[in-house]
Nanobody, 120 residues
Framework: QVQLVESGGGLVQAGGSLRLSCAAS????????MGWYRQAPGKQRELAAA???????NYVDSVKGRFTISRDTAKNTVYLQMNSLKPEDTAVYYC??????????????WGKGTLVTVSS
């Protein structure tokens, strides 16, 4: 029905930058919100950043000032610009989208995840 495909993960040195992308496709009428969750080894999954269709953003405290979430509504794509990366940012990052389908039913969808590794 709906698929989310992430890209942009990889290995980067501390202090470096990466940009993650997530493109949603399928039976989509609109997307109310998209976000990036992350899960590090031994830690709970947490919401790193989210953005609504109205442009409101939310960040976990640990990434404020370093990460920026944005979206291209026409392309159903969300981006996460990650600057000044720290080793503690190492995690699998999962794209999430709250989608209104063509049947006007809403549902959360998840990508398979992309690994971000920050070396010291």
């Amino acid at each position: 029905q709906v698929q989310l495909v992430e890209s942009g993960g990889g290995l980067v040195q501390a202090g470096g930058s990466l940009r993650l992308s997530c493109a949603a496709s399928g039976s989509i009428f609109s997307i109310n919100a998209m976000g990036w969750y992350r899960q590090a080894p031994g830690k709970q999954r947490e919401l790193a950043a989210a953005i609504t269709s109205g442009g409101s953003t939310n960040y976990v405290d640990s990434v404020k000032g370093r990460f920026t979430i944005s979206r291209d509504t026409a392309k159903n794509t969300v981006y996460l610009q990650m600057n000044s990366l720290k080793p503690e940012d190492t995690a699998v990052y999962y794209c999430n989208a709250y989608v209104i389908g063509l049947d006007f039913k809403s549902m959360d969808y998840w990508g398979k995840g992309t690994l971000v590794t920050v070396s010291s």
